[in-house]
C-alpha cells in the first residue's frame, strides 16, 4: 500500500522561508502533487514533480528524490494569506492525499 | 469556466434520512472524481468516473453509498440511510483526461448528520 507522512502544524513569520516536508512509501508511482487547501475551501494544484530535483514556480518551489522517497515544498518571502493547508499527494493509479501540514503565518 | 459547481454548499439532515449531493464537473473533462474529507482521515477518493462509467469504486465506504453519472454534466452522490458518522466535507472534482491529470476540485459540500 502507500503511506505518507507530513508534519501537523506549522508556523512562520511573514517575509520568511519554510519549508514543509513529506516522506512516502510506495511500490511506484507518476509523480508526486501540491495541493494548497484554505480553510473552508477546495484544494488547488499548486505544483507537480516528475523527475527528481526542484521545480521552481514564482515563490513556491518543490523538490522529489525518488531514492529517498522524500518531497519539500518551499515557500519564500511569506505572506499571510500563504496561511493554509499544504497536501503531498502521491499520483499512482489515483491521487493518495497526504492529510496534510496546516501552516500559520504571523506578522 | 466556471469551474466544477456543487450544490448544496451545505446539508443538516437529521439521522436515517436520505442525502443526495450534486456535482457539475468541468465541460470537457472526461473524468469525475467524489471525495470525502474528515479532520481524522483527511481527504479520501471515494469513486470516481471516466465517460461517465464507474473505474474504481473502492473507497466507498458501504452499500448505504452510491454514485451515478447519468451524463457528462451531472453526477451525484447518495447516502441513504445518513448517520452521524457520514458528516464530513464532499469534494468533486474533475479533469481533463487521464486519471491522473491535475484535478479541479468543486467548493464541496459540507454535511452535518445529527
Redesign the interface.
Known amino acids: 500500500g502507500q503511506n505518507i507522512d507530513q508534519p501537523t502544524e506549522m508556523t512562520a513569520t511573514e517575509g520568511a522561508i519554510v519549508q514543509i516536508n513529506c516522506t512516502y512509501q510506495t511500490s511506484g508511482f507518476n509523480g508526486l502533487f501540491w495541493y494548497q487547501q484554505h480553510a473552508g475551501e477546495a484544494p488547488t494544484f499548486l505544483s507537480y514533480n516528475v523527475l527528481d530535483g526542484l521545480e521552481e514556480k514564482g515563490r513556491f518551489s518543490s523538490f522529489l528524490s525518488r531514492s529517498k522517497g522524500y518531497s519539500y515544498l518551499l515557500l519564500k518571502e511569506l505572506q499571510m494569506k500563504d496561511s493554509a493547508s499544504y497536501l503531498c499527494v502521491l499520483n499512482t493509479d489515483k491521487l493518495i492525499f497526504g492529510t496534510g501540514t496546516r501552516l500559520q503565518v504571523f506578522p | 469556466d466556471a469551474g466544477v459547481i456543487q450544490s448544496p454548499r451545505h446539508e443538516v439532515t437529521e439521522m436515517g434520512q436520505e442525502v443526495t449531493l450534486r456535482c457539475k464537473p468541468i465541460s470537457g473533462h472526461d473524468y469525475l472524481f467524489w471525495y470525502r474529507q474528515t479532520m481524522m482521515?483527511?481527504?479520501?477518493?471515494l469513486i470516481?468516473f471516466n465517460n461517465n462509467v464507474p473505474i474504481?469504486d473502492s473507497g466507498m465506504p458501504e452499500d448505504r453509498f452510491s454514485a451515478k453519472m447519468p451524463n457528462a454534466s451531472f453526477s451525484t452522490l447518495k447516502i441513504q440511510p445518513s448517520e452521524p458518522r457520514d458528516s464530513a466535507v464532499y469534494?468533486c472534482a474533475s479533469s481533463l483526461t487521464r486519471?491522473?491529470d491535475?484535478?479541479?476540485?468543486?467548493?464541496?459540500t459540507r454535511l452535518t448528520v445529527l
Open positions: 482521515r483527511g481527504l479520501e477518493l470516481y474504481d469534494f486519471s491522473t491535475t484535478q479541479y476540485f468543486g467548493p464541496g
